[in-house]
């Protein structure tokens, strides 16, 4: 029997298995090498970090400080998750089941793009998801945004604020709306209703975008853009955990604690904020809050 159960091993888990692990619980991380933070080449705008740090590397150090710290891990996908009057049962993938006396929902969310050639080893390095945490980035530089519909176009639109030099390419050819063209137009955002071939990109460094139609543009930064973000939070509807009409987990603001008792959520499943410095303080904030409820 563990005193908790987490749920996911990205940034949110790991910081709240530290934490817990310093407490001395006895904590289980079940984790399925699957989050987005592996995707992320180089996040830029974390404390301590102003030439960037991977998503994998932020994992690799945080998982061996828990395990230093006595938290056990275990590589697996939880399937289903039932209360009982004092503890939960967590049933793996592998058909393992796991007892905890506390439960912490840290599995975030993945977003959505097509399987585009060069476009993997260019996130977090030169092509982006998020504009709160990369805008930065791309500051005066030509941009492309490879989206769907209204979403890129917002996408591109938000942009504005860093760069005059956008280009938005509708890759879904989904409908834009009148007033979001109008808008594009009158900003001097080129638009393009082409699907991409490729991505043309050396180191993760992205030189050139590639159409269907045999077109190549040269552009320095990119951004993607297609909504429709896969928002985990499947076991926390099966507890009966209250959610949004969006399927983010709604959470106490103060605890993290879920509409559910001794279910916590933590990370991108709880609050869309696609902020790793946020999950971080998360994690912390719901393993202190589950401490207490242990004593």
């Known amino acids: 029997m563990y005193d908790c159960v987490i749920v996911g091993g990205g940034i949110a888990g790991l910081q ?23 995707l992320c080449k180089s996040y830029h705008n ?21 395990v230093r710290l006595g938290v056990q891990f275990l590589q697996g ?8 009057e004092t503890y939960f049962i967590l049933q793996t993938d592998h058909g393992e089941d796991i007892l905890g006396k506390r439960v912490l929902l840290a599995t975030g ?37 490879i989206g769907s519909g209204d979403v890129g176009a917002n996408m591109a639109l938000t942009l504005l604020y860093w760069s005059k030099k956008l280009l938005y390419i509708n890759h879904e050819k989904k409908t834009v709306s009148k007033d ?8 001097g955002v080129e638009y393009i209703q ?10 993760g460094l992205l030189l050139d975008v590639r159409l269907k139609n045999g077109n190549v543009i040269k552009v320095n930064k990119g951004f993607i853009a297609f909504g429709g973000n896969e928002v985990r939070s499947d076991l ?21 604690m879920t509409s559910v008792e001794h279910v916590w959520a933590a990370g991108d499943v709880a609050a869309h904020s696609e902020q790793v410095t946020i999950a971080m303080g998360e994690g912390s904030q719901a393993a202190i809050w589950i401490h207490k409820s242990l004593c």
């Open 16 to 38: 709240a298995a530290i934490q817990l692990g310093r407490y001395e619980h006895r904590v289980l991380v079940i984790d399925s090498d699957g989050g987005r933070s592996l």
């Open 46 to 66: 974390i404390l301590g970090y102003p030439d960037g740090v991977s998503g994998d590397y932020l994992r690799s150090i945080g998982k061996e400080h828990a």
């Open 77 to 84: 996908k939880v399937n289903t998750v039932n209360k009982h």
């Open 109 to 145: 969310i993945m977003d959505r793009f097509p399987k585009l050639e060069g476009l993997l080893p260019c996130l977090g390095k030169s092509v982006y998801v998020c504009p709160d945490c990369d805008g930065y980035e791309i500051k005066d530089m030509k941009t492309v945004i």
């Open 180 to 187: 979001l063209l109008k808008q594009l137009k009158e900003k």
């Open 194 to 203: 082409e699907e991409v071939s490729a991505l043309t990109e050396e180191d």
């Open 236 to 256: 926390a509807q099966q507890l009966g955990a209250e959610r949004l009409s969006n399927k983010h987990i709604i959470v106490d603001p103060r605890s993290k």
